[in-house]
């Protein structure tokens, strides 16, 4: 990644657009490949999870319309859905300002979260304690 390359484009011209691969060139993936990825329902704009993408879930992604991630731990491709029936689809995708975070905006169907919350984000700092917050229902496998 080029920290000048984004610094470059801040101020290009709106009616010009810029070669999507020419851009994903500059993209800042860590050590192991990976970019992280923040997704955000597109209608009530709550953030529902983060994960990792690599270049080939990003670009699978972009083909498809269905979020797909990089798993971490099984070291896989992850279809957000494939078998929980909890799909993304995909509405808008986002490079932040520096290029080493990418935003995806989606249409969730049920829950986000493995936990069968509607997101991942339910343990609340409260002063010096954390709640739980958040209604989450059994996730079935499909």
Not at 100 to 112: I, K, R, S, W, Y
Not at 121 to 142: A, I, M, N
Request: aromatic share 10%; hydrophobic share 35%.
């Amino acid at each position: 990644m080029q920290h000048t390359y984004f610094q470059s484009i801040e101020y290009h011209p709106k009616e010009q657009p810029i070669p999507l691969d020419e851009v994903l060139a500059q993209l800042a993936f860590n050590q192991d490949g990976l970019i992280p990825v923040i997704t955000q329902d597109t209608e009530t704009k709550q953030v529902l999870m983060m994960a990792w993408m690599n270049i080939d879930a990003l670009k699978r992604t972009l083909n498809t319309g269905r979020v797909t991630y990089w798993s971490r731990s099984r070291q896989n491709f992850w279809v957000k859905g494939e078998t929980s029936g909890h799909v993304q689809l995909l509405v808008n995708l986002s490079f932040d300002c520096d290029g080493d975070a990418v935003l995806c905006e989606v249409h969730q169907t049920g829950a986000a979260c493995h936990t069968g919350r509607r997101h991942c984000f339910y343990l609340k700092v409260e002063e010096d304690h954390v709640r739980v917050t958040g209604e989450y229902q059994k996730v079935e496998e499909v």
